[in-house]
Structure formats: C-alpha cells, structure tokens
C-alpha cells in the first residue's frame, strides 16, 4: 500500500502561485507514475497532472497546461506541483496517488487509498 501526505495548499489571490507537496511512503516510491487530482466544491474528482516514474515523461490536463507543472524527487519520495497565474476556477482539495502508468492516471485508476488533500483557494 501507498501513504500519501499532500501539503503546501492555502489562500491565494488570482494571478498567484502556490507549490504543493505530496509525500510518498509504503511500496517502492520510484516505480509508480504519480499524479495530481482535485475536487473542486459539488464537483467529481478529476485529473490535474501526472508524471512517469523516472520523470522524463508528464501529462497536464487542458484546463491547467501551461500553468501548472508537475515533478518529482525520487530520493525524498516526494512529487510536486507548481501552480502559476492561478484562477478563481483552480480553487479546490488536490490530492495525489500512485499507478503504473501516466495512461492509468488519466482514467482514474489509483492504487493507493485517497489523503486527506490540501486545499486550495484562489480568491477574485
């Protein structure tokens, strides 16, 4: 099994940044492509990022291209999101999981059990 402890959300206004953290313990951390996820309020969980094990390979949804960038350090068992030119829209819980593949990360599929997420608010 996968523990995952998510951190770094907060307050923000439009336009803002924000890092988060997700930290991995349990199977081996490095042989799992990781991803980002968030439920926005009254809304279904949907993908955000994903990266491949090694790194050399990401995916980002359409909505957070070219603002958000997902990576990762395998010698802290720890992947991150960096989140720039943020709108009220980003505003949500994000949480992030473990699968094989980038592929399986997209649909949904995850093989550890969902944290606690960390919220964030993006303010007009």
């Known amino acids: 099994q996968v523990q995952l402890v998510e951190s770094g959300g907060g307050l923000v206004q439009a336009g803002g940044s924000l890092r988060l953290s997700c930290a991995a313990s349990?199977?081996?951390?490095?042989?799992?492509?990781m991803g980002w996820f968030r439920q926005a309020p009254g809304k279904e969980r949907e993908f955000v990022a994903a990266i491949t094990w090694t790194g050399s390979g990401t995916k980002h949804a359409d909505s957070v291209k070219g603002r958000f960038t997902i990576s990762r350090d395998n010698a802290k068992n720890t992947v991150y999101l960096q989140m720039n030119s943020l709108k009220p829209e980003d505003t949500a819980v994000y949480y992030c999981?473990?699968?094989?593949?980038?592929?399986?990360?997209?649909?949904?599929?995850?093989?550890?059990?969902w944290g606690q997420g960390t919220h964030v608010t993006v303010s007009s």
């Open positions: 999981n473990a699968e094989r593949t980038i592929a399986m990360l997209v649909q949904g599929r995850v093989i550890g059990s």
């Open positions: 349990g199977r081996t951390f490095s042989s799992y492509a």
